[in-house]
């Protein structure tokens, strides 16, 4: 599978830890970081996928509440939906260009 790359050539890196969520961004050589966060606080955010379909969405699911979108690479979240049962242990995953807009957790 051939990598993508953001739509502004910039390097993000989402973590997800037991207090939230952080944004790391480099230029494409990453040589440097720059970290932005905590988001999602107080939350225990467990499994992130880019949306390439959209260029700058990632979701997020957090073992407390569900899945969160963010729209503008980490800036701002939404709360996208309930997922009953989640745990450290979901992750998520995007449907098929062909299944677009589904999204599994």
Do not use: H
């Not at 379909?53 to 979108?69: M, Q």
Request: net charge neutral; proline share 2%.
């Amino acid at each position: 599978m051939k990598a993508r790359r953001a739509p502004d050539d910039r390097a993000y890196l989402f973590v997800g830890t037991s207090k939230g969520a952080y944004v790391y961004e480099s230029d494409y050589d990453r040589e440097t970081w720059k970290r932005t966060g905590a988001f999602l606080t107080g939350r225990e955010v467990v499994s992130f996928v880019f949306d390439y379909r959209e260029g700058r969405s990632v979701y997020a699911v957090s073992a407390n509440d569900g899945v969160w979108l963010t729209r503008d690479l980490g800036r701002k979240w939404e709360q996208a939906g309930a997922v009953d049962g989640a745990t450290k242990y979901s992750t998520i995953a995007l449907g098929s260009d062909a299944e677009s807009p589904r999204l599994y957790a």
